[in-house]
């Protein structure tokens, strides 16, 4: 499989070249330097990202709860995390980082509130 | 079915002049309007100046109804309280061509009885006027040419003849009209039939579909596309009057002035189209404004334009304006050729229609309590400290400014949504209080002003739109 | 009328307020008073959800609300006091009064020792760019759009086009994508990339969302809503080809094509604005050209990172709370910052070279984007900094760091060095 991955590393933003299969890489061309490689790597092997978005707060219309992944979740699980955090709701109070969704779609990492709510 | 005496067709300045000039009378009248506001289109898209009629053609109805309004105005905008100013047009001669044509304009002016027409040298004209363009060679002052607040012009007419009995039907298409023995008997229409004894046609744009359907379409409309520029209250270069051109033969020109709420204004161009709904802008057209507006003031930046628009002027095939009733349909007024002059000579045809009708044996009596007056929308704004202070204890929602680039409150966002012929619309409020009228053009009270609507009117944000039929805002909601 | 007194007095609530309260706080103001316009503090940060935030200031990649609480609740230890849902009509810097609304404090007039501006920036808009066609609904700045859907709970189209490839116009473009809606192109009129490259990675490439560079919005079409837009490539001098436009369907525009600092307070005070940055002009300590008027974050210059705001708006609160005490010297030697080759704006834009208390942060941005050079600082021929980038591009802000004790010369230049 060929991937060509835009480097985010430094403004530069490197057109890399990856051929692989599976998780294992066998070229890599168009990198600057070695960042580049670990970056592309990522990329390749296992993308991953933080998902921010909203939750509804039970009983309120017009404000909505920010939420995040705590940590980085799998590229293409983005969507199937979304269906979950679109049907769930939350109760008030909350603090900063108090988990709303926990281990969402399998992925191991918690879905928190990033604000306080009185 | 409803009934009534009169049916005005159209909410724009001229139908708004006339159901309000009605209203001193003891007669029923229903104003039946298509759009979801008053203030028509034509009415709502211009220069908002008030004309003196020096450019006339001297002899006409136009001549002698413009001539006649202008000095009017001296008392209706005190009695309904419409922004309005005195500013003054200036018609500056740039090359030797166009100062060869001022004693003919001047002519003419008095022909149409304007005889406060001036001369002025260039070097007065530059005193007056400091970023005219520099080779000014003289030309005209025209003192009584003024500048209005059109929107809230309109809407004062309406809300004055409200409160005098008279009803909108708004959101309301006229889609028939129907006579009995060469008489009016009842209009049709997308709502209910009234049943009427006269009907007044002041649908503008649409006049000659209304005229057709009483058979009387003896002319056609043609759309005149206008587009301006609206510049910013903080452009570096502005003007102090209304810097008129000097017409060519082909075109009246395109002017600069201010408006009655510090901005300036650019443009018109004219372009006659086939379309009476087409009121978009164009590459081409703003960029003639442009040019042809650098003749006059070199240094117009319309890089600091807030919003451009273009409005259609109902212009008449054959030309001219025109006021017929006919011997063989009882009952019915007809006005057509209502085109730039209309806003200006709207007052005055108020006046001359229904003096017109008297005289054919209308037998309207004249009421003996008529209110003459409306007070507008407090704007916060226009305040001193002290009463600003006094608003705000009274009234605490004067406090939240809702619009930051006009200090528009939400007082005066709910007085404009729930005054007689309120606002539906997000437009609607703009029209009356001009939140969204500033440089940021809605972007930050925008979506406070879709929730307030929502609010007050007791309906989802997506029930709300900008303002005809099918402009929603909103889509739903994000959870 | 309510009045009040303090001894710094903060027009906005966002970063740039924050930052600076806490600062003032720090240096030992005793009353600092935050006037914020919204119902909370945060400013533009409430509704900027996503994560991209401190990695200068706190070396972790935060949320908007992560980033301003942490400010928010250091200003709440300290004791930093704020109106929410207040208004500021009038700054008047000869008497240092604020004359403020609100509905939970009617109209005030706050006496202060000295006054931080920091009311952010707005968007530029679709007429602001002269965009022909109808006038339907449907037409959001990108900003607006973010507030009413991360905000109010309100979703605003299903089809959507975006005009300008700037960070908040991709961030949208992930967001609308993310909850359901689609995205259909992103329109830029240069060649290269407005914003971050990590969002175009992040925001677009991710969700298969097509960037055509080098393209533009010739006309908007539809007359209630919009209907569709017309999309031209354009040739070197950024003149549309109009033969070659294309309509685009869609129920939305956004447009992300560029944000304005916003003066109007500083314009009716008087103040002297900056013709290039459309913000006030500066000295080193974010002075204007009142004395006891400071100015940080974007209504002085429009910053790409926030990271950059608090750090401005820190130096911001200090110099004003310094001035509040009596502990600034009027300015002595001002020594004017000039923009060299491939600079297009400087922050701050003169320098008090007499006193001498020694690092100056000079921002800047470039014209073109360019590839490895040296930006240089220098004082005629002295170089009093120099630092090497493999890419500038206007996008994103630069700056180098000199020592004022280094001043000897009558201006400060910064050039953009091409190596050999």
Redesign the interface.
């Known amino acids: 499989m060929k991937k060509e991955i835009?480097?985010?590393v430094?403004?530069?933003?490197c057109h890399i070249n990856v051929e692989g299969e599976g998780e294992k890489i066998l070229s890599m061309e168009g990198y600057?330097c070695k960042r580049g490689v670990t970056y592309a790597t990522a990329e390749f092997t296992n993308p991953v990202?933080?998902?921010?978005?909203?939750?509804?707060i039970d009983g309120v219309?017009?404000?909505?709860l920010?939420v995040?992944s705590a940590n980085p979740v799998p590229?293409e699980k983005?969507?199937d995390c979304?269906e979950i955090i679109?049907k769930t709701k939350v109760g008030v109070p909350l603090k900063?980082h108090d988990v709303i969704i926990k281990n969402i779609c399998d992925t191991g990492v918690d879905i928190v509130a990033?604000?306080?709510v009185k | 079915m409803l009934k009534t005496d009169v049916v005005v067709i159209g909410a724009g300045a001229v139908g708004c002049a006339v159901a309000r000039e009605l209203s001193k009378y003891a007669v029923d009248v229903i104003v039946v309007e298509k759009n979801d506001d008053v203030g028509g289109d034509a009415s709502k898209s211009n220069s908002a100046i008030i004309h003196t009629g020096y450019d006339a053609a001297p002899g006409t109805l136009e001549s002698q109804l413009v001539v006649a309004a202008n000095p009017m105005y001296d008392e209706i905008v005190k009695d309904l309280d419409v922004p309005f100013s005195r500013i003054g047009a200036i018609l500056p001669a740039i090359t030797q061509e166009q100062f060869e044509k001022l004693p003919e304009i001047k002519e003419k002016a008095f022909r149409n009885h304007v005889y406060d027409i001036e001369y002025k040298s260039g070097e007065q004209l530059l005193e007056m006027e400091p970023n005219l363009n520099p080779e000014v060679k003289g030309g005209l002052w025209i003192p009584r040419e003024s500048i209005i607040d059109p929107f809230i012009f309109v809407q004062a007419m309406a809300e004055n003849a409200c409160a005098n009995g008279v009803r909108f039907l708004l959101n309301t298409k006229v889609t028939d009209i129907h006579t009995e023995n060469g008489k009016i008997k009842s209009v049709v229409t997308t709502d209910e039939t009234i049943e009427t004894k006269y009907v007044i046609n002041c649908a503008g744009l649409y006049c000659d579909e209304i005229a057709q359907m009483v058979g009387k379409a003896e002319y056609k409309v043609v759309a005149r596309k206008g587009q301006f520029f609206i510049l910013d209250k903080n452009t570096s270069c502005r003007v102090e009057h209304i810097v008129l051109p000097i017409p060519t033969k082909v075109t009246k020109g395109k002017l600069m002035c201010p408006t009655i709420h510090g901005n300036m204004l650019v443009g018109p161009t004219a372009e006659d189209q086939d379309s009476k709904t087409d009121k978009s802008t164009s590459a081409e057209g703003l960029a003639s404004i442009t040019a042809d507006v650098t003749n006059l003031v070199p240094n117009v930046n319309v890089r600091d334009t807030i919003t451009q628009y273009s409005g259609l002027r109902p212009n008449r095939n054959p030309e001219g304006l025109h006021f017929d009733i006919w011997d063989d349909l009882e009952g019915y007024v007809n006005l057509s050729g209502v085109r730039s002059t209309g806003l200006t000579l709207s007052v005055s045809m108020g006046k001359y229609v229904v003096e017109q009708m008297l005289y054919h044996g209308a037998g309207f009596k004249l009421k003996d309590h008529f209110i003459k007056e409306r007070k507008g929308i407090v704007k916060f704004s226009e305040c001193s400290l002290e009463e600003q202070d006094a608003l705000i204890k009274e009234n605490p929602l004067y406090a939240n400014v809702v619009c930051r680039c006009e200090t528009i409150t939400e007082a005066e966002i709910l007085e404009a949504i729930h005054r007689p012929l309120g606002a539906r619309t997000v437009d609607a409020v703009k029209r009356r209080v001009r939140a969204g009228m500033g440089r940021c053009q809605a972007g930050f009270c925008g979506p406070k002003v879709i929730?307030i609507l929502a609010r007050e009117l007791h309906c989802e944000p997506t029930d709300i739109n900008k303002n005809i039929e099918g402009s929603y805002m909103v889509t739903g909601t994000?959870? | 009328m309510n009045n009040m007194k303090c001894d710094v007095v903060i027009i906005g609530g966002g970063p740039a307020g924050l930052a600076a309260a806490i600062a003032a706080k720090q240096e030992g103001a005793e009353k600092v008073l935050i006037v914020e316009r919204d119902h909370a503090l945060g400013g533009i940060l409430q509704q900027c959800?996503?994560?991209g935030f401190g990695l200068t200031r706190f070396g972790e990649?935060l949320?908007?609300?992560?980033y301003y609480?942490r400010f928010v609740d250091q200003a709440n230890e300290l004791g930093v006091e704020y109106m929410l849902g207040a208004m500021v009509l009038q700054v008047n810097n000869e008497t240092n009064e604020v004359i403020c609304t609100g509905s939970e404090y009617g109209l005030a007039c706050i006496q202060a020792g000295s006054i931080v501006l920091a009311m952010g920036c707005r968007e530029r808009t679709r007429a602001g760019i002269m965009v022909p066609g109808t006038r339907p609904s449907g037409l959001f700045t990108a900003g607006s759009a973010q507030r009413l859907v991360?905000?109010?709970?309100i979703m605003v189209g299903k089809k959507v086009v975006i005009l300008g490839s700037g960070d908040i116009g991709m961030i949208m473009a992930r967001r609308m994508s993310?909850?359901g809606a689609k995205v259909v192109m992103v329109v830029e009129l240069m060649d290269y990339l407005a914003g971050?490259?990590?969002n175009?990675?992040?925001c677009l490439?991710?969700f298969g969302i097509p960037l055509k560079l080098s393209h533009t919005i010739t006309r908007i079409e539809g007359d209630e809503r919009v209907t569709g837009v017309w999309v031209a490539p354009v040739d070197e001098n950024k003149k549309p080809i109009a033969e070659q436009a294309e309509l685009v369907e869609c129920d939305t525009v956004l447009f992300s094509v560029g944000l304005l600092p916003e003066n109007e307070l500083t314009r009716k005070a008087g103040i002297e604005i900056n013709p290039v940055t459309n913000g006030p002009a500066v000295n080193q300590y974010m002075q204007t050209s009142s004395p006891s008027v400071f100015a940080c974050g974007n209504v002085v210059h429009v910053n790409d990172l926030v990271d950059n705001v608090s750090a401005e708006s820190a130096v911001a609160g200090k110099y004003a709370a310094m001035y509040a005490m009596g502990k600034l010297k009027d300015a002595q030697k001002n020594v004017p910052c000039v923009t060299g080759r491939n600079v297009r704006y400087l922050c701050p834009q003169s320098i008090d070279a007499n006193q001498k208390d020694g690092k100056v942060t000079l921002y800047f941005r470039v014209l073109q984007p360019e590839q490895k050079v040296t930006l240089v600082a220098r004082c005629g021929d002295e170089i009093l900094a120099k630092h090497k980038e493999?890419?500038v591009?206007p996008g994103?802000m630069n700056h180098l760091t000199i020592d004022t004790n280094m001043i000897s010369g009558s201006d400060v230049t910064v050039e953009v060095v091409k190596e050999a």
Do not use: W, Y
């Not at chain 1, 430094?10 to 933003?13: I, L, V």
């Not at chain 3, 991360?150 to 709970?153: A, G, L, P």
């Open positions: 835009i480097c985010t430094c403004p530069r933003g600057g990202r933080i998902l921010t978005t909203l939750v509804k219309d017009g404000e909505l920010p995040r590229k983005l969507f979304m679109r900063m990033t604000k306080a | 929730e994000t959870r | 959800i996503h994560p990649e949320t908007g609300p992560e609480s991360n905000r109010q709970n993310l909850e971050l490259t990590r175009r990675v992040q490439d991710d493999i890419l591009n994103e």
